[in-house]
């Protein structure tokens, strides 16, 4: 089976060619950041400033973390809605779980700590595992199954806090890790890097890796190659909701308290927005995490330019759509091109 599963990512639809297409399609992309930048450097002097670029690089840690997750869905074909609502779950579970063991274990700040964290993700893992099989199994569309568990997943993070933020975590895990510096650079900055180390790692070096770009290009292909396409679809949906979680545990760690607020529609648009524009078909079986990595700073770039720049925030969300419009319309004039060649 392995055999056959590396002759099909082997194939140039599946590896070569992705590759070749992708870097055709995200050309834009670096010339739109520097262009940003260059311009915001010149209107506003307080773009360039430190504590700016601190925000804009930790608020880029964020979006780059969940937009991984969300990207690999994308690549195997997948659809994942529900990640905003995970960061919201995942953070007020991860609070609240700290509270109940700090009453218990009081002064442990290791227990609560290690136990918050693993409740944490253990939610964003199990929202990600009825995603998964739903899709897998019962054959349900993806973009259908995370908007069900999207709301359902929000309405829990709100029924367990009414709505209030909860309090309670040891200052340790706020003040030494949400908000702590290490070299001028906040954690949530080191920990997006591992995480894209481990996902580019993933899908150059692994056999999941290469199985999801083969299911996403030709599901029918990788069947009959021998991959277990149930499984891998499974596994990239469970990624995505640990990916969210991390991502709403790091928020947790900055605020000090979990909120139900955290996530929602605008973080799971953004992350949607992060791996289109950083060139993940939405046909499945092509994307970098890398380059949607490159993708979330221009969008936090852009987000932070038209705060600086006193744009209302009720349009910003216009210049979000108009992008991914525009990236859609460019994929599938490649696709077409492609074709007719």
């Given at each position: 089976m392995n055999a056959q599963a590396s002759s099909l990512t082997a194939q140039p639809g599946v590896t070569a060619s992705y590759g070749r297409s992708l870097l055709g399609r995200i050309g834009f992309l670096p010339a739109l950041l520097i262009l940003v930048i260059v311009g915001m450097s010149a209107v506003d002097p307080q773009f360039y400033g430190p504590i700016n670029i601190l925000n804009i690089l930790r608020n880029a840690a964020f979006l780059t973390i969940i937009a991984c997750g969300q990207a690999l869905v994308i690549i195997g074909g997948g659809f994942d809605l529900s990640v905003g609502a995970v960061v919201a779950l995942a953070s007020v579970v991860t609070a609240k779980t700290m509270g109940v063991i700090a009453a218990s274990f009081p002064g442990n700040d290791a227990l609560i700590i290690a136990g918050g964290l693993a409740a944490g993700l253990g939610s964003g893992a199990a929202v990600g595992l009825v995603n998964g099989l739903c899709v897998a199994r019962l054959k349900v569309s993806g973009f259908v199954v995370t908007l069900g568990t999207m709301s359902a997943t929000a309405g829990v993070a709100l029924m367990i806090t009414s709505g209030i933020p909860v309090y309670g975590m040891p200052q340790s895990f706020v003040r030494d890790f949400g908000r702590a510096q290490f070299f001028g650079l906040p954690t949530a900055?080191?920990?997006?890097?591992?995480?894209?180390?481990v996902m580019v790692f993933v899908q150059r070096r692994t056999l999941f890796g290469r199985y999801v770009y083969a299911i996403g290009g030709n599901t029918d292909a990788a069947i009959v190659s021998g991959v277990g396409t149930r499984r891998h679809l499974v596994g990239t949906y469970v990624l995505s909701g640990v990916l969210a979680a991390l991502t709403g545990i790091l928020l947790t760690a900055q605020v000090g308290s979990g909120q139900a607020s955290f996530g929602g529609d605008r973080m799971m648009l953004q992350s949607i927005a992060a791996a289109v524009i950083g060139?993940?078909?939405?046909?499945?079986?092509?994307?970098?995490?890398?380059?949607?990595?490159?993708?979330?700073?221009?969008?936090?770039?852009?987000?932070?330019?038209?705060?600086?720049?006193?744009?209302?925030?009720?349009?910003q969300p216009v210049f979000l759509g108009i992008i991914m419009v525009v990236a859609v319309a460019l994929d599938e004039l490649g696709r077409r091109r492609k074709l007719r060649v």
């Open positions: 900055i080191y920990v997006a890097l591992i995480v894209l180390l060139g993940v078909s939405l046909r499945g079986g092509v994307g970098r995490v890398e380059i949607v990595a490159v993708s979330a700073l221009f969008l936090t770039i852009l987000g932070n330019a038209l705060n600086l720049l006193h744009i209302d925030s009720r349009l």
